[in-house]
């Protein structure tokens, strides 16, 4: 499942976020739940959030359904040193 969720960030999510900078990647996939860290100009970007939920999660649960529960970002948004949006 964890090389799955890396092709369809790799093919669908990451070609739209680095457009602006960004970068998407899979921490962690466990018991339904993935783990996510932005970096670039999605690390401490004002529309981070926005792009996870109406983005990203929504292109996974289209992909994967039932078989993912929670969508995690695990980025330290205030470390952040090149948001595109400052």
């Not at 926005?50 to 948004?77: M, P, S």
Request: proline share 2%.
């Amino acid at each position: 499942m964890r090389r799955k969720i890396m092709q369809v960030l790799d093919r669908e999510i990451n070609p739209q976020v680095a457009s602006h900078g960004g970068k998407i990647t899979l921490e962690d996939f466990v018991d339904g739940d993935i783990y996510l860290r932005m970096s670039g100009g999605c690390q401490g970007c004002s529309a981070s959030q926005a792009t996870l939920k109406q983005g990203v999660e929504r292109t996974l649960r289209k992909e994967f359904g039932d078989a993912i529960n929670r969508i995690i970002d695990v980025t330290d948004h205030s470390t952040g040193d090149n948001p595109y949006y400052n």
